[in-house]
């Protein structure tokens, strides 16, 4: 498969399986401005929202795995484990990264994660 973030969604996508467990997808990206009460600013906020998504939909086809997929904007360990309360979550998957990769900046929100979670994380 090549690509990490594809081998953990198809991770998760068999883990959920065995278990008998739903599988529901959240990226969360970080607001691209302050000023998201201006009209250009949120139309690129939407923009850069929808080309997130066609992303991680590529991801999901790739790794073979169907899942309802969630592309939130704000504060990463906040929208996690808000995410998490709303749909009575009982494991999230958190995908660690690297510091040198698209989205790497992710390993420095999982203690935070981790800490706020309503139920148990795993770290994958």
Same mark, same amino acid.
Do not use: N
């Given at each position: 498969?090549g690509?990490?973030k594809?081998?953990?969604? &198809? @991770?998760? !996508? =068999? %883990?959920s399986?065995?278990?008998?467990? *739903?599988?529901?997808?959240?990226?969360?990206?970080?607001?691209? *401005?302050? @000023?998201?009460?201006?009209?250009? +600013?949120?139309?690129?906020?939407? +923009?850069?929202? &929808?080309?997130?998504?066609?992303?991680? +939909?590529?991801? &999901?086809?790739?790794?073979?795995?169907?899942a309802?997929?969630?592309?939130a904007? !704000?504060?990463?360990? +906040?929208?996690? #484990? =808000? =995410?998490?309360r709303? =749909?009575?979550?009982?494991?999230p998957?958190? !995908?660690?990264? #690297?510091?040198?990769?698209?989205? !790497?900046? %992710?390993? #420095?929100? *999982?203690?935070?994660?981790?800490?706020? *979670?309503?139920?148990?994380?795993l770290s994958?």
């Amino acid at each position: 498969m090549g690509r990490p973030k594809a081998a953990l969604l &198809q @991770w998760a !996508g =068999e %883990f959920s399986r065995r278990m008998g467990a *739903s599988l529901q997808l959240l990226h969360v990206l970080r607001p691209i *401005s302050d @000023w998201l009460a201006l009209d250009a +600013e949120r139309s690129l906020q939407e +923009e850069v929202r &929808q080309e997130a998504r066609a992303r991680i +939909e590529l991801i &999901q086809k790739e790794a073979g795995v169907e899942a309802p997929l969630r592309v939130a904007v !704000g504060e990463i360990a +906040e929208a996690v #484990t =808000e =995410e998490a309360r709303q =749909e009575d979550a009982d494991l999230p998957i958190i !995908g660690r990264g #690297t510091l040198q990769a698209t989205l !790497g900046r %992710f390993r #420095t929100h *999982s203690y935070a994660i981790i800490q706020r *979670s309503p139920c148990p994380v795993l770290s994958a």
